[in-house]
């Protein structure tokens, strides 16, 4: 595998990224404008930090790095959650953001991938964290990046559990 590859592929997973959290910041406005509450948000920018320093570090251990003669397994892994990502953004549509807002009065979606359990972004998110970088051969990124994942999605998790209770009342 190319570095020009590798470049190309953390700029579009970059690119991603950046699309969603245009799409974030437009359904955050209308969310406030309904009267929407932030919670958690102190952990907003260390999500923030871990996801560019993720896609950094899997650039640079990557460009230094061989890829496995198995990269096809993770990438397969990383492609298939991808309609998991979309299913759950669509079912909650201008509900879907970056961070823990509440508006009050709102009601709890339970179609889509939530209907069969809660926060199936984060499921993507976790396979992304750990399979995009093992294509590449950054087993270093791929392992610390999940570790600090998982710390951060407790956290978030309990923030956004909260949250959902303030709104189920």
Known sequence: MSAGLLVVCVALVGLQRL???RYSRRNE???????AVERGAGHYPVMVGVHTLWLLSTLVEGL?????????????????????RYWAILSLGENWNVRV???PGGKLVRSGPYRYFPHPNYVV???EVLTFPLIFGAWIT??????LNAAFLYVRIQAENRALKELAG
């Open 142 to 147: 791929a392992v610390v990046f999940s570790l």
């Open 19 to 21: 699309l969603e959290l």
């Open 125 to 127: 998110v976790a396979v």
């Open 64 to 84: 230094l790095s061989e890829p496995p003669a198995w990269w096809p397994v993770p990438l397969a892994a990383f492609l298939l959650v991808q309609p998991l």
């Open 29 to 35: 406005r209308r969310l406030r404008a309904r009267g």
């Open 101 to 103: 807002l509440v508006v």
